[in-house]
Every structure is written in structure tokens, then in C-alpha cells.
């Protein structure tokens, strides 16, 4: 009798398993199946089933293909390996440039005709889901999500997923991008230093003084006024040459969400710091230390400064080093070496990092392998990083071949991680546990040292060597420098239909300033973002904030 209850108890769990596979996975369906069930993270459709994307070609793309032979953007190596582990063949409704693929995604979104999979930003996210448009994608990631990508999509938290949660569902997928190494650098041309008899800064009056010295004291020798202290743009918050982190030397954070003494969640761009700040950016433009066409200038433009000498210290995240290194090929003298950002005290200021993930997967309403996408993810991922991973054949070569993949996650540390591996080496003498992308790095480095003219790695040193932009993001953390943005969940309904509105009143204000208005029309402004619907979207950050330490404290009991 046991052993025909063990028998009836086996039938029915095999039944009832192959009633609870997707329908992809029913072998009697006529509908794609997989050539194997062990892994249904990676498994294949058979026969292979399209998937259409629409994509943004700017130059780099471009310039990336138009260096790989026998490879386009429809037919290259990651589109095969697509095809050949997944079953799944990569297609492209449309690819344009720039602001013009931006209108063109807008019109396809408002229209409602979407491609199989749609990236988007957090607000058209809420705009599709609202609109009914995109599918619910919750219990597809739980299924069918690997190990590998459950562990890199959560390294930024909870937060991604908060912002692609909408009324309880999970209507994107989050493309995770890394806080913590998009935190700002101070860059400064050593050789000015060294020039003018200067040192490295402590505070911000240091900085203040270098500046002035490198507008006034000729640093580059050639006996005309043409240099600048400090590199801006027209976009302050730019991840390079803006002056968000010059702010937040006098603790002021323009463009996050922070707690305030009470425990409520404040907008950082309307706080009475900033305009303390403001006000010394304002003095910079009237001494002549900033470009006085930069409020006309993108960070292209704004770029050719320094690439021609004319520039001595920069605000910037830690690939910077590839951006400054361009003044080296009309000066081969010229030296740059990131710093840490310092403040008007002297004490070690916070530096703030924005909330980074702003790019989300989306998968039309009604598509039928809605877990396709979770399959792509996982593939990017077990092949750059996996347990299978062929690094230097997906990511990167001599070119970034990762750009070829339609989608192209990464784990938001692995530059830091890469960085600790290299330094922990070169204090060891052990090579034994550099990763690929450590091995990669250093590698590029090793060409520098050793002088070899063919490939420089003078930025990758700067960026990666026991000095570089690393070493100090490293110590950012090991002080508990680093403030991060306490907003991030999804867009409110306000922010939906008011954020761009704020956020150009704020920009033009505080350029205004800058140029020479008045500073109290700081004072103003802030009284304009709470009318203009400043109020109303501080209350839902609240709300989402209340609601948010509800949740956690609920789970944490």
C-alpha cells in the first residue's frame, strides 16, 4: 500500500509540475519549446522565436561597428549568441540618433506602437503602465531570473525595483547602474601645481586660491590670459565637468532627495546651501575663472578646452582620466591627478549620489515570452562575469563589444571590485585572484609602465593605480562619506506632470545667478518650485517615504 501511495504521489507531482510550466515549456504545445528544461534561466525556444527593440545609434555605436568586420548591429556576436543559446533572434523596428530618436520613442510610446521590448525611463514607465500598455512582469522575473542577475540587480538595493513597482506590479525590468562609482573626483593638472609652486587642496579656500592662480598666473608659459581654473558646462549637473560637487562643499546637494533634522525627506535644490554656493560659483564667472561662454557650452564643446590646454581642474567622475587625457596630445607634459573633493570647513564632506537607475525594460501587453527579456539579462550577465564568462570575447577587446548587446547589464561595483583585486595584487605579489576584468585593466596599465608607446593606459593608470580616481571612491566609503539619495521610488503623478517644468526653472535660475542676477532671486525661486507643484510633490516623496518605512519595519519584525 506504501509503495502504491509513493507511486500515485509521484504521478500527481509530475502532473502537476508540467501543468505549472510556462506554456513555452508544455513539450505538447505547438508554441516554441526549450531544448532543455534544466536551467530555465538560459534555456532555448525551438524553433526560435523574434524579439523586436527599437535603438539609439550615436557615433560610438557607429564607430564601434564600423571597426568590427563581418559584424552590423542586426548580425554581430552577441545577436548569434542570442540566437544560438536562447532561440531568440534580435530585431530592430527602427534605430535613430540622438534627439531624434528620443522624439521618435516619445511618438511611439504616446502612440501606443511599441516593439516587443521598449527601454525606457522610469517616467515612461508609469506612463505605459498606466496606459495599459506593457506587461506585468513580476512573477516572470521570480521564475526565470538567474542567480547571477537576481544578485547584481539587488547590489543597489531595493530601489530599482521600488521604482519599477507600480501599484504592486512589477512592470519593468531595471537596467542597474552603479551609485557609487559615478561619485565625483577632483581632477587637477599637476604640472600647473608644480609650475606656479602649489599644492594639492585641503579646503575650499585652497581650492579658491588654485583657481585664481591658474586663471591669473599663466600656468601653461605662453605669456597670454587664455587659461581657466575651473571647467563648466551648461548642464551644472553633468556627470563631468559640472558643479554639483563644488556645491557639495558647502553641503549643498541641488539635484537629490535628502533627510532633513525632522526625518522628512527634502528636495536638496531649494535648500538655503545652495545658495551659499551659488554665490561663490557667481564670484568664479565675475574673477573670469570659469569659461565665459559656458552657459552656452555641452560637454563636447566645453571638452575642446581642455583637450587645448586651457583648463586646470575639473569636477568628474573617475573616467575623466580618459577625457583629461586628451590635452596630453598637444602637450605631452600635461598631468592630471584626481583628488578628493573637499569643503569650506576642512572636514570631509558628503558626496552625494543620485539615485542612477534610469533605465528600464518594458515588454509589450500581450507579447508572448514576456520572460525572454529576464533571459537576455541573464545571458549578458553569465557571459561577461558567469561561470561560463568570455570576457575579452563579449565585453571588451579592443573595443567594447558589450555596446552590440541589446540589453547591458553589469554588476553596479565591478569597477571598484576590479580596482581592489589590482591593488590588493600589487601589495601581495599575487596575481592568482585578478578576475577578467581586473586581468583586462591591468593589463592596459602594464603597457603604460613599461612604456610602451603603442598603447598608452595613461588614462586606465589614472583612473586604476594606487592613486587613481579608485583609491579615492575606495576611502569615500571606508570614511562613510558617501550621501545617497533618499527618493527612489517611482515617479509621482505630480513629478509626471510637473518635474520638467522644476527642474528648467531651476536650471535657468541658478545659471541666471551665476551669470549676475541678483542672488536673492534664489529666495524666489524657492517660493516659485513649492507653487508650481513643489509642495505637492514633496508630500507624495512623504507619503512614498512613510509607506517605505512601514514595509521595512513590518519585515524587519
Not at 509521484?10 to 519549446?33: I, Y
Not at 575623466?320 to 607634459?333: C, E, G, I, K
Not at 570575447?393 to 581592489?420: D, F, G, H, I, M
Request: a negative charge.
Amino acid at each position: 500500500m506504501l509503495a502504491a501511495l509513493m507511486l500515485l504521489s509521484a504521478l500527481s507531482a509530475c502532473k502537476n509540475e508540467n501543468n505549472a510550466k510556462p506554456l513555452e515549456e508544455q513539450e505538447n504545445s505547438n508554441t516554441p519549446v526549450p531544448a532543455s528544461n534544466a536551467d530555465r534561466s538560459l534555456s532555448r525556444y525551438a524553433p526560435p522565436i523574434e524579439l523586436s527593440f527599437v535603438r539609439e545609434v550615436g557615433e560610438g555605436l557607429e564607430g564601434l561597428i564600423s571597426n568590427l568586420p563581418g559584424e552590423t548591429l542586426e548580425d554581430n556576436r552577441w545577436t548569434r549568441l542570442t540566437e544560438e543559446t536562447l532561440g531568440i533572434k534580435i530585431k530592430y523596428d527602427w534605430t535613430a540618433k540622438g534627439d531624434l530618436y528620443r522624439q521618435k520613442l516619445g511618438a511611439s510610446i504616446a502612440s501606443g506602437h511599441i516593439p516587443d521590448v521598449v527601454q525606457v525611463s522610469a517616467q515612461q514607465l508609469r506612463e505605459l503602465s498606466n496606459a495599459g500598455l506593457i506587461e506585468d512582469l513580476t512573477d516572470v522575473y521570480e521564475q526565470y531570473a538567474s542567480a547571477l542577475t537576481k544578485k547584481v540587480l539587488s547590489e543597489e538595493g531595493d530601489g530599482p525595483f521600488e521604482t519599477a513597482t507600480i501599484d504592486g506590479k512589477l512592470m519593468g525590468i531595471p537596467q542597474t547602474s552603479s551609485s557609487i562609482e559615478d561619485a565625483d573626483v577632483l581632477w587637477i593638472r599637476t604640472d600647473w601645481l608644480k609650475r606656479l609652486g602649489l599644492s594639492p587642496p585641503k579646503t575650499m579656500d585652497d581650492l579658491l586660491a588654485i583657481s585664481k592662480a591658474f586663471t591669473e598666473g599663466d600656468p601653461d608659459n605662453n605669456g597670454q590670459d587664455d587659461t581657466f581654473g575651473i571647467a563648466a558646462t551648461k548642464y551644472l549637473g553633468d556627470p563631468v565637468m559640472g558643479l554639483v560637487d563644488l556645491m557639495a562643499g558647502y553641503d549643498a546637494f541641488p539635484n537629490i532627495w535628502i533627510k532633513n533634522k525632522q526625518g522628512k525627506l527634502v528636495y536638496g535644490g531649494i535648500q538655503p546651501e545652495v545658495k551659499t554656493a551659488l554665490k561663490v560659483i557667481q564670484d568664479l564667472y565675475n574673477q573670469g575663472q570659469l569659461d565665459p561662454e559656458f552657459a552656452l557650452k555641452d560637454g563636447d564643446k566645453a571638452g575642446k578646452l581642455i583637450t587645448n590646454g586651457k583648463i586646470g581642474m575639473i569636477y568628474g567622475e573617475q573616467w575623466a582620466s580618459f577625457l583629461v587625457q586628451t590635452s596630453r596630445n598637444n602637450d605631452p607634459d600635461a598631468d592630471w591627478q584626481a583628488y578628493p573633493i573637499v569643503s569650506a570647513t576642512g572636514d570631509a564632506p558628503k558626496v552625494p549620489l543620485k539615485f542612477n537607475t534610469n533605465t528600464f525594460f518594458a515588454v509589450r501587453k500581450g507579447y508572448e515570452h514576456p520572460e525572454a527579456i529576464v533571459k537576455l539579462f541573464n545571458l549578458h550577465l553569465e557571459k561577461n562575469w558567469g561561470q561560463t564568462a568570455e570576457y575579452e570575447k563579449y565585453y571588451n577587446t579592443t573595443y567594447a563589444v558589450w555596446q552590440l548587446s541589446p540589453v547591458t547589464p553589469s554588476p553596479t561595483r565591478k569597477n571598484l571590485e576590479a580596482y581592489r583585486q589590482i591593488e590588493e595584487a600589487r601589495k601581495s605579489g599575487n596575481q592568482a585572484n585578478l578576475k577578467d576584468e581586473a586581468i583586462y585593466i591591468k593589463k592596459r596599465m602594464d603597457h603604460y609602465l613599461s612604456g610602451d608607446a603603442g598603447e598608452s593606459g595613461w588614462g586606465w593608470f589614472k583612473t586604476y593605480g594606487p592613486t587613481g580616481a579608485f583609491s579615492i571612491i575606495d576611502q569615500y566609503e571606508k570614511n562613510n562619506q558617501l550621501l545617497y539619495e533618499s527618493f527612489v521610488g517611482a515617479p509621482t503623478d505630480t513629478m509626471i506632470d510637473l518635474q520638467q517644468i522644476l527642474s528648467d526653472l531651476q536650471d535657468q535660475t541658478y545659471i541666471n545667478i551665476i551669470l549676475g542676477r541678483p542672488i536673492d532671486d534664489f529666495d524666489q525661486f524657492v517660493q516659485d518650485w513649492y507653487k508650481l507643484g513643489g509642495d505637492k510633490i514633496t508630500a507624495e516623496v512623504n507619503q512614498w517615504y512613510k509607506q517605505r518605512r512601514y514595509s521595512l519595519d513590518k519585515t524587519a519584525r
